[in-house]
């Protein structure tokens, strides 16, 4: 006799993406060395780049509009479409609507109304940043206030040119070393404290105005002749990578951290959008 199967939250979602693969599979298509198997990336996730991304499979709106309704889709939570189901800002949050496809790119309708991306786009989108980045410091709770008196002198400083002067040195700075300066338990500057990696994530370094300046990841791309990424966005907070992640939660609401940001229905939302964002 067999014994009913369990599934896990996570399963749950990945099972939806499982049942697109099957039905674009070929045998032969899925043949990897056991070094691209030893990457990064899961069985599931990586069965979606193999399978799905790299073939530029079409992505039906039918199973984006699935997504939004099934709890767990994107990683432990619940559907989208519990928080965001109605234009209207009083019966769903931002005035976003999630149940059609419509509603998605129109994006929130609140003020500051503005779309979630731009059909072609994926990459710079907010729907993608809202998905994978995860607010910091790393593990702070999502009800955590985001207009807190450190987070506003953040704003404040970047708003204001994010000048390497006084302001800088005697209020911002010591704010990166303070384990409770945000809301966590870490101090900025306890995993971002150099531009080497290890130990540093992301070669980052806040704590020095210098080291925040250059950006993240600015040995790698250096190789590259491309400068770091820019967290600070001089006169503009809300652009700047820093000031969103102090205050922008990942989605779904209550998301472990530690949940994959490649998740194979993230992957799949992100060709459906790349490949024109079609409502057919």
Partial sequence: MSLP??????????????????????????????????????????AVEKLVRKRNIAIPYDYIATLMRLPNAFGEGAACVLCHSSPDPKHS??????????GIKAGATEPPARPMFEPGDAEHSLLRRRLRNNRMPFGV?????RDSENIQTIKSWIDNG???DDFFRQEVLPLFKD???????QACTECHM???????????????????????????RAQEGLPGVQIVIPGDAE???????????RMPAGIEPNESRDHPNIQILMQWINQGASCD
């Fill in 179 to 185: 384990r409770n300066a945000f809301g966590g338990m």
């Fill in 194 to 220: 150099s531009n080497q990696e290890p130990p540093s994530f992301h070669e980052l370094n806040m704590g020095s105005h210098a080291g925040i300046m250059l950006g993240a990841d600015s040995v790698a």
């Fill in 162 to 164: 994010a000048k390497d």
């Fill in 93 to 102: 949050y931002r005035g976003l609507d999630l149940t059609t496809c419509e």
């Fill in 5 to 46: 199967y369990r599934s896990s939250p996570r399963r749950l979602g990945v099972a939806l993406a499982a049942g697109l693969l099957a039905a674009i599979w070929t045998p032969g298509l899925a043949q990897a060395s056991s070094d691209e198997h030893e990457s990064y990336m899961d069985d599931h996730e990586l």
């Fill in 141 to 145: 709770p999502f009800d955590t206030p």
């Fill in 239 to 249: 652009a700047s990578p820093l000031y969103q992640r102090l205050t922008e939660n």
